[in-house]
């Protein structure tokens, strides 16, 4: 069974950075994609964010963070990380990981997720 557990999350002001982490249980971190996903307050749907490859040699944003964001993964320590840079308003959310097999967009690609972590950006 693998397990995902964020951290990280918090109030920022607008502007502000934050850097969310999930770790992962188990002996084959290394051997799946992550990524990380949010929803946010009313929205039905999670929203993809950035994803990046079982190696870390491949990773992939969406265009309303790219640039702002960066994904990156510790093999040895089963963790991934998300750091948000110049946090805006409407990114409060909830923010999940997530572990799959495939580098993927899609949120159904997705095998196991954390429950995820509050990010509040206060305007």
């Known amino acids: 069974q693998v397990q995902l557990v964020e951290s990280g999350g918090g109030l920022v002001q607008t502007g502000g950075a934050l850097r969310l982490s999930c770790a992962v249980s188990?002996?084959?971190?290394?051997?799946?994609?992550m990524g990380w996903f949010r929803q946010a307050p009313g929205k039905k749907e999670r929203e993809f964010v950035a994803?990046?490859?079982?190696?870390?040699?491949?990773?992939y944003y969406a265009a309303s963070v790219k640039g702002r964001f960066t994904i990156s993964r510790e093999n040895a320590k089963n963790t991934v990380y998300l750091q948000m840079n110049s946090l805006k308003p409407e990114e409060t959310a909830v923010y999940y990981c997530?572990?799959?097999?495939?580098?993927?967009?899609?949120?159904?690609?997705?095998?196991?997720w954390g429950q995820g972590t509050q990010v509040t950006v206060s305007s």
């Open positions: 997530a572990a799959g097999i495939v580098t993927s967009i899609i949120k159904s690609q997705y095998n196991y």
């Open positions: 188990g002996r084959t971190f290394s051997s799946y994609v």
């Open positions: 994803y990046i490859s079982s190696t870390g040699g491949r990773t």
